[in-house]
């Protein structure tokens, strides 16, 4: 069964459903299959490096992206339940600082992909969560950027149902996105 692909607001940012199969057992799913992959998002993506992070309900991280090489992540949750963000950072593109938003947990098994020229960030809303993710290029420190998570010109509706979230410094001294190198 082939993985399906649904094309959220920003339509470069693609909701992916694996097969899921499952019984009083428990359940098998392929969590990555390069032919299924290339099919769903219609063209060929290389991965270099895999990263796995945990944090408690209410961490949230981002909004991160590299400026050189650019990033693409394709993002899922082994293990709780993450609002799941990307922010087109394309300065030419119609869709310049829009966002679009989706729930992936470990019992949904969505995972996210989110091409190169935009910022990801997440908010982990279970008691923790495991989040795990692909990315097509190796970080690198120097590129590294980040965006205010709360910034009103993007205004993204994080679902924080009266909590303060739990910040590194990194994303509490990020800058705006009016004063953000981001991609031409």
Known sequence: MPLEAEPLSLP??????????????????????????????????????????????????????QLNPPQGKLVRVAIGTIFDVAVDLRRRSPTFGDWVGAVLSADNKHQLWIPPGFGHGFLVTSESADVLYKATTYYDPPSDRSILWDDPDIGIEWPLNGIEPLLSDKDRNAVPLARADVYD
């Open 12 to 65: 470069e940012i693609l909701l992916l459903s694996p097969a899921v199969f499952g019984d009083e057992r428990g359940f098998f799913t392929e969590a990555w299959n390069d032919q299924d992959f290339k099919a769903a998002v219609g063209s060929s993506v290389e991965f270099v490096q895999d990263n796995h992070s945990r944090s408690i309900q209410g961490v949230l991280r981002g909004l991160h992206y």
